[in-house]
């Protein structure tokens, strides 16, 4: 689970920003109690702000920390694809990142300081017994392992200046490394700000549902995985991969009974004269209407149930794993009753055994009715157009009540965070004030 993520220098953010996971309010049941700590982890947690104020850039900067982990070793060759703040000292000064993770019980500690041109310092640290001990540490060019980690000296033969250590580290049988990578990696990022696999068709406009929801449907094998809700969300026989993905979809109520598979031949034009041909999965949703069943092509369902689709396969993979999912602009994506279900979906230890984190943006003020004082995260921007990030269980340094109404209090601008809209220039523009 993670315990704190921090960023400083990257995109709209300048100055150290700290989203924590630890509990204010310990005694409920969406707080997982974590003994090693001796505090309880959220399952949730929630940005809220103004439109350009920063919030999308918490999620994009946990995402790049997971992708970089993935990619440095094999695609940063001549310069490191990082963002810093463009304005002020930004471009000169270095960019960092902090993930700290419980992973079987044992709090990890990842440390990256780096410009476009070099990592500058990079630290893997564990907390075996509460006492913080070194897996790896690199300054520069050098790198130094814990005592007794000498499978893991073949990092130094493939370390470069754009290289991650710990992208280079994963490849050996270490399971402090292998253990704490692979909890990263398994983190999923969904939301309009994603990028969507490759458009098919001549109007551009028609994209597939992704192979990770699409999976989940698929007719059940001998090797399908047993329910991640032990017996089912409900009933005593546990239920296959495609029986969760459909009951997840029926959550909805938008009307679908049953999902189609099938396979279609997609031809396309290469060079010359050359067609290629391709398969390509398919999917219908089977629609009731009375005593009617009727599929209807993924393209000619609406915005809200392609999303609702799409997001099925992120949200079991990550409640089977216990991982994350961060979703950016989730009011954007969803009607406020489904981003309700998803919210209950993560806070209910039945349907998430397994401590699955969900960290989202949103603007609708009425998803504050569903999250606790401790879940909610405010964005702003100050005089330097830099995002600051706050606690509102903290807010003005003093602690919002466990039983205030925190949609009232947003909304009448009790916790900032809100636009501060002028109409003045606007007014002047159309004429209408001199």
Do not use: C
Not at 161 to 188: H, I, K, M, N, W
């Amino acid at each position: 689970m993670l315990i704190r993520f921090e960023v400083s220098n990257y995109r709209s953010i300048l100055d150290a920003a700290e989203l924590s996971m630890i509990a204010v309010d310990q005694d409920r049941v969406e707080a997982r109690r974590t003994a090693l700590l001796g505090e309880s982890l959220l399952v949730v947690a929630a940005v809220f702000g103004p439109n350009a104020s920063g919030k999308s850039n918490i999620i994009a900067a946990f995402t790049w920390i997971r992708e970089a982990v993935q990619n440095s070793l094999r695609s940063w060759d001549h310069e490191i694809p990082v963002e810093p703040f463009a304005f002020g000292d930004g471009p000169t000064r270095s960019s960092e990142f902090v993930v700290e993770s419980l992973i079987g019980g044992i709090r990890f500690e990842y440390i990256l300081e780096l410009n476009r041109e070099a990592v500058q310092y990079e630290g893997l640290f564990h907390y075996p017994e509460k006492k913080r001990r070194r897996i790896f540490e690199r300054e520069g060019s050098e790198l130094k392992l814990q005592r007794g980690l000498g499978n893991l000296s073949g990092t130094r033969e493939l370390l470069t200046d754009y290289t991650l250590a710990l992208s280079v580290a994963r490849r050996f049988d270490e399971p402090l490394v292998s253990g704490f990578v692979r909890d990263l990696l398994r983190a999923q990022t969904f939301g309009p700000s994603v990028r969507r696999p490759r458009s098919f068709g001549s109007s551009g406009s028609y994209q597939p549902p992704s192979r990770s929801t699409l999976r989940w449907f698929e007719p059940p094998s001998p090797n399908d995985h047993q329910s991640l809700f032990g017996a089912g969300i409900a009933g005593d026989i546990p239920r296959t991969d495609r029986e969760q993905a459909l009951a997840l979809l029926k959550l909805a109520d938008l009307g679908i009974v049953d999902v189609l598979i099938e396979e279609e031949e997609m031809r396309f034009q290469s060079s010359g004269e050359t067609v290629a041909v391709r398969s390509q999965k398919r999917a219908r949703l089977v629609h009731r209407a009375a005593e009617e069943r009727v599929p209807l092509d993924f393209i000619a369902e609406s915005e809200g149930t392609r999303t609702w689709f799409q997001l099925i396969g992120p949200v079991l993979s990550v409640l089977q794993s216990g991982s994350l999912l961060l979703f950016d602009e989730l009011d954007a994506s969803l009607h406020p009753t489904l981003s309700a279900q998803l919210i209950r979906l993560f806070h209910d230890p039945a349907t998430n055994p397994n401590g699955a984190q969900l960290i989202f943006t949103s603007h609708d003020t009425s998803l504050l009715n569903h999250l606790n004082r401790d879940e909610v995260w405010l964005t702003e921007k100050v005089d330097t157009g830099a995002t600051r990030l706050g606690a509102l269980a903290e807010f003005a340094g003093e602690r919002v009540r466990k039983s205030q109404n925190l949609e009232n209090a947003y909304l009448h601008g009790r916790f900032g965070a809100l636009p501060d809209v002028d109409q003045t220039d606007f007014l002047r523009a159309l004429g209408l004030i001199g």
